[in-house]
Nanobody, 124 residues
């Protein structure tokens, strides 16, 4: 059974930092690209960023470029999302997801497995 479990969410002040983790089990982690999405109340789930199987390539949505960093540790079956200088508009439930596809990771439909999400609230 595949499980993706996010952790590290909480309340953070604008301009601070927070690191989310996503621990994977039940799959060959290094065979999956990993993505982070977020969903704010009343809004669609949106792409935040993704990282390739090896970790050598990352992709971000424009609104988080230069502020958020995705990394992964294939030995620990874990992917991370570091939020630097978060803004109140970054408040959302953050989800990690695993994709077996080789392309198209900007789309939620490219992902095979999802975590349950972790709440991030950025105070001004």
């Amino acid at each position: 059974q595949v499980r993706l479990v996010e952790s590290g969410g909480g309340l953070v002040q604008a301009g601070g930092s927070l690191t989310l983790s996503c621990a994977a089990s039940g799959l060959t982690f290094s065979s999956y690209a990993m993505g982070w999405f977020r969903q704010a109340p009343g809004k669609e789930r949106e792409f935040v960023g993704a990282i390739s199987r090896s970790g050598g390539t990352t992709l971000y949505t424009d609104s988080v470029k230069g502020r958020f960093t995705i990394s992964r540790d294939n030995a620990k079956n874990t992917v991370y999302l570091q939020l630097n200088n978060p803004k109140p508009e970054d408040t959302a439930v953050y989800y990690c997801a695993a994709s077996s596809r080789t392309a198209g990771q900007l789309s939620r439909y490219a992902y095979d497995y999802w975590g349950q999400g972790t709440q991030v609230t950025v105070s001004s």
